[in-house]
């Protein structure tokens, strides 16, 4: 999923940016209040890390602007005090979770990953379209009893696909979900790593559920209700 991390500590930021990479996320950095209202409000992110202390201004004033602004990404704070009043104050300002520093990479990405099915969607702990199921806790997939072996953005887009099955996704949309910020649209790499998604989801089973739409983008074929 895309992840915007709004923290204004340079090294904290990094440390973020990278260890959420490293679990198939496409990451976007923000520094300060205001360039973080800009990016949250021009761009779609599946949940949004936010630092209570920023410049410009503080974590809870852009908390409350970003849901008076109609965005209502979830979004987890992140406090440097264990107070029970700073708590309240995210949560009155929109907060849906709070981490206080130091904490364990571990349960940040386990958090985002329940952040992330608090929406108007469907979003079950293990994904699953036909004989083909996805856990995003345990970065694990398979086809039937196949467990299949997959790169990081791989699994991000099979993600994104079984989140998204019998829609037709345009080229756009996969490369907001899966990519960041700073990637250069041009390229043909959505193509690229479909292709490599249906050697290692198709090919090898005989199935050909990944598919192309001419001129719109690609869907992943939805096995008819029973």
């Given at each position: 999923?895309?992840?915007?991390?709004?923290?204004d500590e340079v090294r904290m930021a990094r440390l973020l940016k990278r260890a959420l990479e490293e679990e198939g996320h496409a990451v976007d950095v923000a520094s300060d209040g205001p360039d973080g209202?800009?990016?949250?409000?021009?761009?779609?992110?599946?949940?949004?890390?936010?630092?209570?202390?920023?410049?410009?201004?503080?974590?809870?004033?852009?908390?409350?602007?970003?849901?008076?602004?109609?965005?209502?990404?979830?979004?987890?704070?992140?406090?440097?005090?264990?107070?029970?009043?700073?708590?309240?104050?995210?949560?009155?300002?929109?907060?849906?979770?709070?981490?206080?520093?130091?904490?364990?990479?571990?349960?940040?990405?386990?958090?985002?990953?329940?952040?992330?099915?608090?929406?108007?969607?469907?979003?079950?702990?293990?994904?699953?379209?036909?004989?083909?199921?996805?856990?995003?806790?345990?970065?694990?997939?398979?086809?039937?009893?196949?467990?299949?072996?997959?790169?990081?953005?791989?699994?991000?887009?099979?993600?994104?696909?079984?989140?998204?099955?019998?829609?037709?996704?345009?080229?756009?949309?996969?490369?907001?979900?899966?990519?960041?910020?700073?990637?250069?649209?041009?390229?043909?790499?959505?193509?690229?790593?479909?292709?490599?998604?249906?050697?290692?989801?198709?090919?090898?089973?005989?199935?050909?559920?990944?598919?192309?739409?001419?001129?719109?983008?690609?869907?992943?074929?939805?096995?008819?209700?029973?």
């Open positions: 999923m895309r992840v915007l991390v709004i923290e209202l800009w990016m949250a409000t021009e761009n779609s992110y599946a949940a949004i890390v936010l630092d209570v202390m920023l410049p410009g201004f503080d974590g809870f004033e852009l908390c409350r602007r970003l849901r008076a602004a109609g965005i209502w990404a979830p979004v987890l704070m992140l406090t440097a005090r264990d107070e029970v009043g700073d708590r309240v104050r995210g949560l009155d300002a929109g907060a849906d979770d709070y981490l206080v520093k130091p904490f364990s990479l571990l349960e940040l990405s386990a958090r985002l990953r329940a952040l992330a099915r608090r929406d108007d969607r469907r979003r079950p702990a293990v994904l699953s379209e036909g004989d083909l199921r996805l856990d995003p806790a345990s970065k694990r997939a398979w086809r039937a009893e196949t467990e299949l072996t997959l790169s990081p953005k791989e699994f991000s887009l099979l993600e994104f696909f079984l989140r998204h099955a019998g829609a037709v996704l345009t080229r756009s949309q996969l490369t907001e979900a899966v990519w960041d910020f700073a990637y250069d649209g041009g390229s043909n790499v959505v193509d690229q790593y479909v292709n490599y998604l249906r050697r290692k989801v198709d090919a090898p089973f005989g199935r050909h559920d990944l598919e192309t739409v001419r001129g719109m983008g690609y869907r992943l074929r939805q096995e008819p209700a029973e």
